[in-house]
C-alpha cells in the first residue's frame, strides 16, 4: 500500500505544503476553517507524520551512544554488529549511533563510562547494565544531566532508568526450567546450571524463574549449585568438564548466559551430550550447530536486530517527547529445537 504523504493532505484540503506544515506542527497564522479543512483531510487519508522526515526538516540530530559488553560473547557481538549497521544505514536520517564496548563484570568501570557522558557529547544511552550500585548512582545522574537512559538486555529497575528493552528474562528462565522438566524422565535427576555471574540482573532473573518452575512442577529434579564462568568460554569448559567428573549421573544442563562454545566443547568431549539435555541461550552459529548435531536440545532467543531498532525508536520517542508504542517495543522470547531452525 502506498504511504500517505504530505502532498496527498495539500492536494485533498486544496492548500499549500506550507499550509499543511504550519497546521500539522501548531504554527500560528493560519484561519481556524482552514485548519479544520487541513485536519479532516489528515484523518480522512489516515496520515501518519514520518518522524525522520520531520527530525531531518528542523535538523535535529540525535547523537546516541549504545554500551554493549566487549568479549568473547557471540550475542553481545551481534548486539553490536545491529548497533554499527545502523549507525551505517541510518547517518543521512542524522542519527547517530555511537558504539563503546564495556566490561560487563566490572561496574565500576561501567560507572566510570555513563559519568564522562551528558548532553554535549550524547542525546540519549542505552546500556547493558549490570546491577551493582555504582552503576545505578551513574545512571540516576546522567538522567538529572539530561540525558534519557534505557537499558539493554539486563535490566536496572531501581535505577531512574526511563525505558527497558529486551525479553522477560524471569519468562525466559521459566521456559528453560520447563523445557528440562518435559525433556527429561519423570525420574529423579541432577542438573547442572552455569551462569556468567548472578551479578548480572538477566541471569539472576533466569536463575530463578527456572528454579520456581523446577521447584513446583519437577520437584523430582535437583539443581544443583550454580557456577559462574563470567561467560567465558574456557572457563565454562573447565566448570562442565568438573560437573561431569563429580556427577557421574548428571541428567541436564542449563547455560543461563553465554560462553556456549566452551560448554558445547566440553560436552562433546566427554561422549555423554546424547544422555544429558543441555538448554541454552541465543541463535548463534555455534548453537545452531549444535542443536543440528544433537548437542544442545532447546535454545531459547532474542533477536538483536529488534532490540537495536526498538532501542533507536525509544531514545528517539524520549528526546521528542513522543509516547513509546508498547505493543511495537515488546521483545518476544523464541524457542528452536533442530526441527524448527530458521
Known amino acids: 500500500m502506498k504511504r500517505v504523504t504530505i502532498h496527498d493532505v495539500a492536494d485533498a484540503a486544496g492548500v499549500s505544503l ?22 479532516q483531510a489528515a484523518d480522512s487519508l489516515n496520515y501518519k507524520p514520518d518522524v525522520f522526515a520531520a527530525a531531518l526538516a528542523k535538523k535535529r540530530t540525535y547523537r546516541l551512544h549504545f554500551l554493549i559488553p566487549n568479549g568473547p560473547n557471540a550475542f553481545m557481538e551481534d548486539l553490536s554488529r545491529e548497533a554499527a549497521s545502523h549507525a551505517r544505514t541510518m547517518s543521512g536520517d542524522r542519527m547517530q549511533v555511537h558504539v563503546e564496548p564495556i566490561d560487563a563484570f566490572d561496574g565500576h ?5 555513563l559519568a564522562i557522558l551528558d548532553k554535549s557529547v550524547c542525546d540519549g544511552v542505552a546500556v547493558v547494565a549490570p546491577a551493582f550500585p555504582e552503576v545505578r548512582a551513574a545512571i540516576d545522574r546522567l538522567q538529572v544531566r539530561g540525558v534519557p537512559v534505557v537499558t539493554l538486555v539486563s535490566d536496572h529497575p ?3 532508568r526511563q525505558h527497558f528493552v529486551g525479553i522477560d528474562n ?3 528462565g521459566r521456559t528453560a526450567g520447563r523445557l528440562l522438566g518435559r525433556f527429561l524422565p519423570k525420574t529423579s535427576g541432577k542438573i547442572g546450571l552455569i551462569a556468567g555471574s548472578l551479578g548480572l540482573r538477566d541471569h539472576a532473573e533466569r536463575f530463578d524463574g527456572c528454579r520456581d518452575v523446577i521447584a513446583q512442577c519437577f520437584p523430582h529434579l535437583e539443581l544443583l549449585k550454580v557456577r559462574e564462568g563470567r561467560d567465558d568460554n574456557s572457563k565454562n569448559a573447565d566448570l562442565v568438564r568438573r560437573l561431569l567428573e563429580d556427577h557421574s549421573d548428571l541428567a541436564g544442563l542449563y547455560n543461563i548466559g553465554a560462553g556456549n562454545r566452551g560448554v558445547i566443547a566440553a560436552l562433546t568431549a566427554s561422549g555423554r551430550a546424547e544422555n544429558v539435555v543441555f538448554v541454552g541461550h541465543e541463535l548463534t552459529p555455534y548453537t545452531r550447530d549444535a542443536l543440528s548435531d544433537d548437542v ?3 535454545v531459547i532467543a532474542q533477536d538483536p536486530g529488534h532490540e537495536i531498532r526498538s532501542a533507536i525508536r525509544v531514545l528517539k520517542a524520549l528526546c521528542d517527547g513522543s509516547p513509546i508504542i508498547d505493543g511495537q517495543e515488546r521483545i518476544g522470547i523464541d524457542v528452536f529445537i533442530r526441527d524448527n531452525l530458521p
Open 109 to 113: 568501570r561501567v560507572a566510570g563510562t
Open 296 to 298: 544442545m536440545d532447546a
Open 158 to 160: 531501581s535505577s531512574s
Open 18 to 39: 506550507a499550509t499543511v506544515d504550519r497546521v500539522l506542527n501548531g504554527r500560528p497564522g493560519v484561519r481556524k476553517a482552514t485548519i479544520e479543512k487541513v485536519k
Open 170 to 172: 524471569t519468562a525466559a
